[in-house]
């Protein structure tokens, strides 16, 4: 299951985003450390093809794609050395595929600022730098017992302690994992033992990042952009403006008053929406579909996966023992109104194993 992180400083927003995510009542409090563990909360991925195919099917049940959001309580400056309540919370972040950095951008005298200002540009300086900060004692920690290795014989371990040497001098100078890897793919990330390596240590500057400006009402409605150094800071990652306050009413309005007020902001979706489907694409992730009188139902995997490398989703022996698969476009499904029609018209095709899926395909495997 895919699971993001959502990470930032104290009385930002994070726990207001989360329970409007998961619409989970989870304790608010206009104080730091209010969230003491992490918050865990499944959220369906919302795909209006699911709904749609249900009804043309008849099925018994539906069943969308979820991800897992985990609310890590807020980091302070230190966190790294252990302080606020430091590196418990940190260590929760190395579990999670990617990291949702919320920034908090909107003016509130009545919410303080641990800083006792709103300035989002040093505030995600605070949060980057923390998270340097682990990866370089996860980093220092595994190069000091390295050479017990090598002296045991271990083949790949002068190899991994050349990759931390690196890894350690980037991150001593406060660059992100990511950059540090990219440098040196060449030389050491073409080797597989390397990759399950970097796996295992689970650095937090190498995962995938999305930031979120967490504004006011009035901020979303005028699409606020971000500027100067904080523009840069963030230019090469995936960016979400929302109000977790607005999201958070959003939950409380019936379908049709929702989008009235999403009108109201000029917004024809909600931010929420638009972080899941953010999430999708920044771990390059798609869906496919099945669909027939038991359940219809979203299946995430990898862009760019073969029709049996799909199949692993529901069940290894799909992939083991694929012999073919009967694929159609869900929106010529729709449009056709059955399987029979659509079968009459010609718009199913049998695909083999090298057949590359693409998202919305409905996929019936054939073993």
């Known amino acids: 299951m895919l699971a993001i992180g959502i990470v930032g400083l104290p009385n930002v927003g994070k726990s207001t985003l989360f329970r409007a995510l998961t619409k989970k009542q989870v304790e608010i ?19 209006g093809r699911v709904d749609r195919l249900a009804e043309l099917s008849r099925s018994k049940k539906k069943i969308h794609a979820v991800v897992e959001f985990v609310d890590i309580a807020g980091l302070v400056k230190g966190a790294a050395q252990g302080e606020g309540l430091g590196n418990k919370f940190l260590s929760h972040i190395k579990e999670v595929d990617a990291i949702a950095e919320v920034i908090r951008i ?22 980057e730098l923390e998270l340097v900060l682990k990866d370089l004692e996860t980093a220092t920690k595994r190069f000091e017992g390295i050479d017990k290795l090598i002296r045991g014989g271990d083949k790949i371990a002068p190899l991994q302690k050349e990759l931390l040497s690196r890894l350690k001098l980037g991150l001593e100078k406060e660059e992100p994992a990511n ?62 403006l929302l109000s977790a306050t607005v999201e958070d009413e959003l939950n409380l309005l019936a379908p049709e008053e929702r989008k009235e007020y999403l009108k109201t902001l000029g917004l024809e979706e909600s931010g929420l929406d638009r972080l899941i489907k953010t999430a999708y694409k920044t771990l390059n992730l798609m869906t496919f579909l099945t669909t027939g009188e038991d359940e219809t139902r979203a299946w995430t ?14 069940h290894s022996d799909f992939e083991e023992k694929f012999i073919r698969a009967e694929v159609i476009p869900c929106d ?28 919305g395909d409905i996929i019936e495997f054939k073993i």
């Open 106 to 127: 909107f003016e509130d005298p009545n919410v303080i600022h641990t800083q006792n200002r709103v300035n989002p540009e040093e505030d995600l300086k605070v949060i």
């Open 179 to 240: 950059t540090v890897l990219e440098r040196e793919q060449k030389e050491f990330l073409d080797k597989k033992e390397i990759a399950v390596f970097l796996n295992e240590l689970s650095l937090l500057t190498a995962k995938k990042k999305i930031f979120v400006f967490n504004g006011s009402e009035k901020q979303v409605a005028e699409h606020w952009q971000s500027s100067g150094p904080l523009k840069n800071a963030v230019a090469d990652a995936e960016r979400i």
């Open 332 to 359: 010529k499904l729709i449009e056709a109104g059955s399987y029979a029609k659509a079968r009459e018209l010609g718009w199913l095709r049998t695909e083999g194993k090298e057949y590359i899926v693409k998202d």
């Open 301 to 314: 995997i990898p862009v760019g996966s073969t029709a049996p490398r799909a199949g692993r989703a529901i």
């Open 29 to 47: 409090a206009n104080y730091p450390f209010v969230t003491i563990e992490p918050n865990v909360g499944i959220v369906e991925v919302p795909d």
